[in-house]
């Protein structure tokens, strides 16, 4: 067998082929017979996964999403020195991200609703009138041809823009991913605190990824902007930061001793300890004891919840899934959770965690080297979306964070 270093390697390079897949898969064409629709991507579109699905059973995930394609373009940006077209798929990415806030649900064709099968109609929204101006920055997915998701889909969404603009940021932001970074952060300033989807677009409140996120995207941007003389705007966004980052205190369970990740009305209590906590401290660029807590706290839970974590080897950490009780395809764990346990790790100085973590994704992961959404939790069999970009991505940046990158 080989060393894990080894493994590593080949993982990575097979991670950043697989991912490029999603990124702009212009030569791929997604028919939905029963909305009537013909899907041809454009270029600086990112799908969630390239697999041509509907449910049968792997799920319909050709969509560009906000959160997402924020995700996969700032691991893009760990293989410029390797990827020569690395640039220029940024720069589709902005231009694309940059023409959808042009869309307006109100022009779309009187009949649009009839082209969907009489079966099919109950799937469609109600509110495509609405889709324009600053919400369309809140429409959690578009198709990646850049016209709008005319499905009844969980929005509104906030966290994307915030993530955007903080891959923006790292990749440099000059010209029109400039332009682009002002106008999330002026999104992110008005609706940061309002009530919205969650991560897993699945209940309506107040959620710790998207505070965590948004106050780091506007803490980072209050620099940004004053560097460019912008010092009004900086100092707005460094004072809503501040606003969010107090909020994000009052999520702290000290008896519990973990984050909650969210404050929903009527909504599941076995949600409130959510892997969400630790994805937003690695989107955000953070690590804190508060955040170490919350991710023992997560490994207690699915150590004694899946039976692939049951007689493991020492050398492994307990595969990770979303929160307990989840339901979602076979309910498993899944590779991004448990990657983004590793890049946690190594962001906070444990190297030797993160590789445990690593050891544990390896033993999950075929031959080939490709990457599902989840793996069952009792079989470890993969499940769900196949070749989720999302699940590269999260490979390329706990690698990073391990080169201390």
Not at 54 to 62: K, L, S, T, V
Not at 63 to 70: G, I, L, V
Not at 141 to 165: C, E, F, K, Y
Not at 357 to 385: I, K, M, N, W
Request: glycine share 6%; net charge negative.
């Amino acid at each position: 067998m080989s060393s894990l270093e080894q493994w590593i390697a080949r993982e990575r390079d097979h991670a950043a082929e697989m991912m490029l897949k999603s990124i702009s898969p212009v030569n791929i064409v997604k028919t939905r017979p029963h909305f009537g629709q013909t899907i041809r991507p454009r270029p600086g579109s990112v799908v969630a996964s390239p697999v041509l699905a509907a449910y049968d059973p792997d799920p319909d995930y050709f969509f560009h999403w906000y959160r997402d394609s924020a995700a996969v373009i700032d691991a893009l940006r760990l293989l410029r020195a390797d990827l020569p077209e690395a640039d220029s798929l940024f720069q589709d990415f902005v231009r694309f991200s940059l023409d959808l806030e042009t869309l307006d649900g109100r022009r779309a064709k009187p009949d649009w609703r009839d082209a969907a099968a009489p079966d099919f109609a109950r799937f469609l929204r109600k509110d495509l009138d609405a889709a324009h101006g600053t919400a369309i920055a809140a429409e959690t997915r578009v198709n990646p041809d850049g016209t709008l998701d005319i499905t009844d889909w969980p929005r509104p969404q906030h966290d994307g823009p915030a993530l955007r603009a903080l891959t923006l940021m790292r990749w440099g932001a000059e010209g029109d991913a400039a332009t682009l970074v002002r106008h999330d952060l002026a999104f992110v300033l008005v609706h940061a605190r309002r009530p919205c989807f969650d991560i897993w677009e699945e209940e309506f409140g107040l959620h710790v990824y998207t505070l965590r996120v948004s106050a780091a995207a506007l803490k980072d941007g209050a620099i940004w902007l004053a560097a460019r003389g912008a010092h009004v705007d900086a100092e707005r966004c460094g004072a809503e930061a501040a606003v969010i980052e107090a909020m994000l205190d009052e999520f702290w369970m000290e008896g519990a001793a973990y984050i909650r990740s969210r404050k929903v009305e009527g909504g599941a209590p076995e949600k409130l300890l959510d892997c969400a906590v630790i994805l937003a401290a690695n989107h955000a660029g953070m690590t804190d004891a508060r955040h170490a807590a919350t991710l023992a706290r997560l490994e207690a839970l699915f150590d004694a919840s899946y039976a692939i974590n049951r007689n493991r080897p020492s050398g492994w950490a307990p595969a990770l899934g979303r929160y307990a009780g989840d339901k979602y395809y076979s309910g498993g764990a899944y590779y991004f959770s448990t990657l983004g346990a590793a890049e946690f790790c190594y962001r906070s100085g444990d190297r030797d965690r993160g590789d445990a973590y690593l050891e544990t994704v390896r033993a999950f992961t075929p031959p080939t080297g490709d990457l599902s959404e989840q793996f069952d939790q009792t079989t470890g069999a993969q499940t769900s979306a196949r070749h989720l970009a999302w699940s590269y991505a999260a490979f390329l940046t706990a690698v990073a964070a391990r080169q201390g990158r």
